[in-house]
């Protein structure tokens, strides 16, 4: 595998993000066409559009294994691991069923979506793991607003970089909509980065 435990640091009790953390998402393999009984494939994390870590599944009825390699910090040695998740289907409102992961972690067992990868995976609350935009200062979470509005817009992240056109196709009422939303988190992150060198 392409290392887990690698570059970063996965384990139990550590206070990190869920964005440090490598995902298995179970929506995205029932996506792909992948929860199939039988199935055997390899699930691949890409960074800057390059692999950067790679493991085994092979699909049974109610159930992933999981086959893949990690290492400790500091340690040369790679070890081969092998673990079993059960999955588990809830009724949808409207039709249909969901899949979820149960919690592989000893003691937990707990209904998720998404598995983060360690020593072996587990969900988010056994790695206590806050979500990325838990950890986001006032600023951070109005420059993230803000380039995602920009975005929208077709215009360069970051409010220093000016102001576009209207993006053709784009009806002139959610253009006006936008850019007054756009304006107002402007003003918002001068208002705050104005308190901030007050208080040098």
């Known amino acids: 595998m ?6 970063r640091w996965w384990r139990y009790g550590s206070k990190g993000t869920t964005a440090d953390h490598l995902g298995l998402d179970i929506r995205a393999v029932r996506r792909e066409g992948l929860l199939v009984a039988g199935r055997s494939y ?12 790679t493991i085994n599944i092979r699909t049974e009825f109610d ?15 790679w070890v081969d691991r092998c ?18 992961f149960r ?3 000893q003691g937990c067992g707990r209904r998720c979506a998404i598995l983060y990868a360690g020593n072996n995976f587990a969900c988010r609350k056994c790695f ?26 077709g215009w360069e992240p970051g409010f220093f970089n000016g102001v576009g056109d209207r993006p053709k196709g784009m009806h002139w009422s959610t253009f006006d909509r936008l850019v007054a939303q756009h304006d107002h988190l402007v003003r ?13």
């Open 188 to 200: 918002s992150c001068l208002v705050y980065l104005h308190g901030q060198i007050g208080n040098l």
């Open 2 to 7: 392409g290392g887990f435990g690698s570059g």
């Open 103 to 105: 919690c592989p972690a």
């Open 63 to 77: 159930r992933l294994i999981l086959s893949y390699r990690n290492r400790n910090r500091g340690d040369e040695a």
């Open 128 to 153: 206590c793991l806050a979500y990325a935009s838990q950890r986001e200062q006032i600023h951070d979470r109005l420059a993230r607003r803000l380039d995602k509005l920009r975005d929208r817009l």
């Open 83 to 100: 673990q079993s998740v059960n999955i588990t289907w809830t009724d949808c409102n409207y039709g249909g069923s969901r899949p979820w």
């Open 42 to 53: 390899s699930w691949f994390w890409k960074y800057r559009d390059q692999s950067s870590a």
